[in-house]
């Protein structure tokens, strides 16, 4: 698998994710500590992030960095790694969610 097909499968997976977690580019962008503009290429494929970026998103969405840098398997795995992005997410971002 060459470089392009990596650059496009890690852009759909964090397009994915992304949509997932509500937040903007923007926001996601700083979690990561990169511009804007980096970030966006990376979700047109433009570029490729390094690992400790990848490894930065993944903690963030609660999933691990293969989620983001590879082909999804198998729905099963899809559905158990929404459901648990989506608790992941929410108790990041819903104080009273733990309470």
Do not use: C
């Not at 691990?64 to 099963?76: G, P």
């Amino acid at each position: 698998m060459g470089s392009l097909a990596n650059k496009e499968i890690f852009a759909r997976n964090l397009v994915y994710y992304v949509e997932r977690s509500g937040r903007t580019q923007k926001e996601l962008a700083e979690v990561a500590g990169v511009a804007a503009s980096t970030f966006n290429d990376w979700t047109k494929a433009k570029k490729y992030p390094r690992i400790d970026k990848i490894e930065i998103l993944a903690n963030y969405f609660g999933i691990q960095k293969s989620d983001l840098i590879e082909e999804k398997l198998t729905a099963q795995k899809e559905k158990d790694n929404e459901a648990m992005a989506s608790i992941i997410v929410r108790m990041r971002t819903d104080h009273d969610f733990l309470s």
